[in-house]
């Protein structure tokens, strides 16, 4: 029994090293992967807009990786709101933009959403826009 217990002592001291160096990869890919996109903002407060006449959001972002990136999908969280965005590779260090009209038809306050979809990330990064729209 005790040569048991050292035995499965020893193969656990052996893995050790090995299972603590993937677990440090696989952080790191995942930070590579967050930071290959800096978003100047990811979220706007328009303060007051007026009612029916279309506002327009911008978001910006630096392509932080090596390699080029493309937004492959925006979608905006409902029809009040249009898109538009940077359609050619974003080459490292260069910028693009995502931008968001917004058409309020009633008054009052209000949240919406855009979700971005890159090359770098197929989980969609949810960039949002509120304020008050005024009569």
Known sequence: MKKLKITALLAVLAFSPFYANMFTAETSIVTMIADA???KSESIDV???PQGKP???RFEFTNTSAKPIVIENVAPSCGC???DYTK???LPGKKGFVEASYNAAAAGAFMKT???TTSESKTPKTL???GVVVS
């Open 88 to 90: 050619t590779p974003i």
């Open 37 to 39: 996109i800096k978003w």
């Open 55 to 57: 506002k327009l959001i």
């Open 47 to 49: 303060g007051n807009i």
């Open 114 to 116: 855009v979700n971005v």
């Open 81 to 83: 709101t249009t898109a």
């Open 128 to 130: 949002s826009f509120k």
